[in-house]
């Protein structure tokens, strides 16, 4: 298991960029695939984007492709994601989620470490 704190979240205009980070304690971080989902009231957590343990592929969400960058540093512990170009219906909370696996995943279920969350509100 993992602990991950996300952080970088906050109040932007549309269009503007914001950068997240997703710090995991532990010393086997390299082992695990990450993603980042969000979240708004009544909906589901909905895939946005992730990477494999090694860095090597990322996969994202139609909708944010070519606008966000997920990358890692596995010496630092941290994922990051970086979000350009954000619209106000990318309101909501940002969670970084992690699996013990060279795979990574879109489908939430499939992740059994999550960090807190992080708020990101775009305004228009």
């Known amino acids: 298991q993992v602990q991950l704190v996300e952080s970088g979240g906050g109040l932007v205009q549309a269009g503007g960029s914001l950068r997240l980070s997703c710090r995991a304690s532990?010393?086997?971080?390299?082992?695990?695939?990450t993603g980042w989902f969000r979240q708004t009231p009544g909906a589901e957590r909905e895939f946005v984007a992730a990477?494999?343990?090694?860095?090597?592929?990322?996969y994202y969400a139609d909708s944010v492709k070519g606008r966000f960058i997920i990358s890692r540093d596995n010496a630092k512990n941290t994922v990051y994601l970086q979000m350009n170009s954000l619209k106000p219906e990318e309101t909501a909370v940002y969670y970084c989620?992690?699996?013990?696996?060279?795979?990574?995943?879109?489908?939430?279920?499939?992740?059994?470490?999550w960090g807190q969350g992080t708020q990101v509100t775009v305004s228009s």
């Open positions: 532990g010393r086997t971080f390299s082992t695990y695939s």
């Open positions: 990477i494999t343990r090694g860095g090597d592929y990322t």
């Open positions: 989620a992690a699996r013990n696996s060279p795979y990574s995943s879109r489908r939430y279920s499939e992740y059994d470490n």
